[in-house]
């Protein structure tokens, strides 16, 4: 279960700075979203509002962004970041503070396999986008699981603690680009674009790899339910087998996200 009541001021603060990661392959679906001068956006889960920040340099003071998330503590840096910005407390699966066919754009940036039930979060959407307008997301791909959550499957079963960590894979609520089709056409949605990406990411050391995750993961943590020591034994096989693809650069560790845009057929 994913808890959204677990984060601090210190994870909050962190994920500013590691979040570039996220940021970075957000552009790209921005990109892919086609985002323009004048346009009405809605970043859901935004974070600490990395993205929607820059989304807000690309709409203008013509455009709108609104960014929302559950944790009060990273709206409150998003709304500091850029005072474009609105914003707000708010969850996926209930935009009811937004009016019908009100928003060009609505996007999530890394949010969606945090989120069990995603037909509720793509009828919100549905019903919050203009005829023509476009749903677009990133979402690490289930049947590619990135190169971390591999190792970590690899140290509970070398461990042998699969059992007890309460989340082995690190991410609950994964994908395939297939199921991804099938939540489009369900929706209503015209799918423009469902592929996979590969990113290439570099950590400097396995404190940071750690660092990163807990605060991308808003606290919840992939050995939950563990020991202090049963954990240890775990990140001492885990950092292990991080070492092991050190290069010139550092870490090098890849992750395998889809990008997914879809668009609310003008005539339904
Ligand atoms: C990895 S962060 C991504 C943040 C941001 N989109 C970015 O690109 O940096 C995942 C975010 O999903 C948010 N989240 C989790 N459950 C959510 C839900 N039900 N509705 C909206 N956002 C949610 C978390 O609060 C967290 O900020």
Do not use: C
Not at 78 to 91: D, F, I, L, N, T
């Amino acid at each position: 279960m994913v808890s959204l009541n677990l984060d601090t001021p210190e994870l909050a603060a962190t994920y500013d700075v590691v979040g570039h990661r996220q940021f970075s392959h957000g552009k790209l679906l921005i990109q892919d979203l086609g985002v323009r001068y004048g346009q009405r956006v809605l970043d859901v889960g935004a974070g600490t509002g990395l993205l929607a920040a820059y989304v807000a340099s690309i709409v203008g003071p013509q455009g709108k962004v609104v960014a929302i998330d559950p944790l009060p503590l990273r709206v409150e840096l998003a709304g500091k970041k850029a005072s474009e910005v609105e914003a707000h407390v708010g969850r996926a699966e209930d935009l009811s503070a937004y009016p019908a066919s009100s928003f060009d754009v609505v996007y999530l940036n890394s949010v969606i396999h945090w989120i069990a039930d995603k037909p509720k979060v793509l009828s919100e959407a549905w019903r919050v986008l203009k005829p023509g307008g476009k749903l677009g997301f990133t979402t690490a791909a289930k049947e590619k699981p990135h190169d971390v959550e591999r190792l970590r499957v690899l140290a509970l079963e070398q461990t042998g603690l699969s059992e007890r960590a309460q989340v082995s894979s690190g991410i609950p609520h994964r994908v395939s680009a297939d199921e991804v089709r099938a939540l489009f056409a369900a929706g209503g949605f015209q799918a423009k674009q469902v592929l996979i990406r590969t990113i290439v990411d570099y950590q400097q050391s396995a404190e940071d790899v750690h660092r990163a995750s807990l605060s991308s993961s808003f606290g919840n943590s992939h050995l939950a339910g563990l020991s202090s020591d049963e954990r240890e034994r775990v990140h001492r096989v885990f950092d292990a087998e991080l070492e092991k693809r050190r290069d010139a650069q550092g870490i090098r560790l890849e992750r395998y996200l889809i990008f997914a845009v879809a668009e609310k057929p003008v005539v339904s």
